[in-house]
């Protein structure tokens, strides 16, 4: 704050003279201030003109404009498995990608894999940021001209679930509901969401189509069902395109090797089937748990349907090729065949040719028996088919990535 009163302690032959009420300024004093003054003034105008100079002065970075041409596109958890994926099949077809990520379950070696392949001003930008956090949203929202939102970020172990359903019920519900708000507060009007075939529980019937009564059974399914009901209920007032992508059990890598799953170490004992594979046949684990052998399925243990992630990424850009305002897409993604657990080992135990010590142990809590997809709607309405259908050759492209990264996305491995 600035101070008008005198300061009494001033020397006396630094003030103003008095003579007959009026104040007479020291003249030399008066000379001083000017100059610094006539010099401050200058110095200001040369920043100035060499700014303009500049040719980044007010020239604003790409992704705060649109541009005709360039759909610019929001990939939340795009330092993730399936994220980053999608990222660089979107960069690879000429979109304009930001990543944000908390990087709580993400790498940031995959993010700097598609910098260095994607180094060109305004492709890709990464933002480090929580979507619990409203206020570092609305931000990001403000900051950016985006056109369409992927939205994969989320937690998504079912057995991790279990027990810590909040957290699932934040990070999942909660957090797609600041996204949503986050969108329709800035005239984001595409999103296509990353939904799971866990909203479905067990079916009493096979194959599960997208009219299949949605009764999830665990907290990671209720969390997915709650945020599509926040989705589709926001949809009915709104002009927003919107496409859900209820797809199954993810597997595979990047075929020429340069993106790969990475889960931190501490979620092994949640992770995906394939990974826990890969640590058994790398000899990080003693070996290969299978929990639950007495299910009634021909060979007693699950049956589930395995989507390589090359398919479901193409299913993702069809999504958004096709999402309509006013009109929502539901699609179940994946192959519309089952694999038993046993059938997968046999087949990880081939793609690896390591010997897999396999030990049965109870239920996990929250597992369903047999679950696939009847993808014929996906294939009539968005051309879309599955390709890479042989689960040994997919497990084979993803034990490659895993050998030559041992420590993931760490120091590569000599």
Known sequence: MLSFGRNRSQARSNRSMSLGGMDYVDPKRKSNVASKLILAACLTALCILMLKQ??????????????????????????????????????????????????????????????ELFPEPGRLQFIYADLGDSKAVNRIFSENAFDAVMHFAAVAYVGESTME??????????????????????????????????????????????????VPINPYGKAKKMAEDMILDFSRNS?????????????????????????????REHGRISGAC????????????????????????????????????????????????????????????GKSVKEFVEACKKATGAKIKVEFLPRRPGDYA????????????????????DLEESLSIAWRWQKSHINGYGSPSS
């Open 165 to 214: 359903p909040l957290r699932y019920y934040h990070n999942i519900t909660s957090n797609t509901l600041v996204v949503l708000e986050a969108m329709a507060a800035h005239g984001v009007k595409t999103l296509i969401y990353s939904s799971t075939c866990a909203t479905y529980g067990e079916p009493e019937k096979m194959p599960i189509t997208e009219i299949t009564p949605q």
């Open 54 to 115: 500049s040719p980044s002065f007010n020239t604003p970075s790409v992704f705060t404009v649109r541009e005709e041409g360039v759909t610019h596109v929001l990939v939340t958890g795009g330092a993730g498995y399936i994220g980053s994926h999608a990222s660089l099949r979107l960069l690879k077809d000429s979109y304009r990608v930001t990543i944000v990520d908390n990087l709580s379950r993400g790498n940031i070696g995959a993010v700097k894999v598609l910098q």
């Open 239 to 267: 002009d927003m395109a919107i496409m859900v992508l209820r797809y199954f059990n993810v597997i595979g890598s990047e075929p020429e090797g340069r993106l790969g799953e990475a889960p931190r170490p501490e979620l």
């Open 370 to 389: 047999e679950v696939y997809s009847d993808p014929t709607k996906i294939k009539l309405e968005l051309n879309w088919t599955a390709q890479h259908t």
């Open 278 to 337: 890969f640590d058994a046949a790398r000899g990080i684990t003693t070996g290969l748990k299978v929990k639950g052998t007495d299910y009634s399925t021909p060979d007693g243990t699950c049956i589930r349907d395995y989507i390589d992630v090359t398919d479901l990424v193409d299913a993702h850009v069809k999504a958004l090729q096709k999402a309509q305002p006013k009109k929502v897409g539901i699609y179940n993604v994946g192959t519309g065949k």
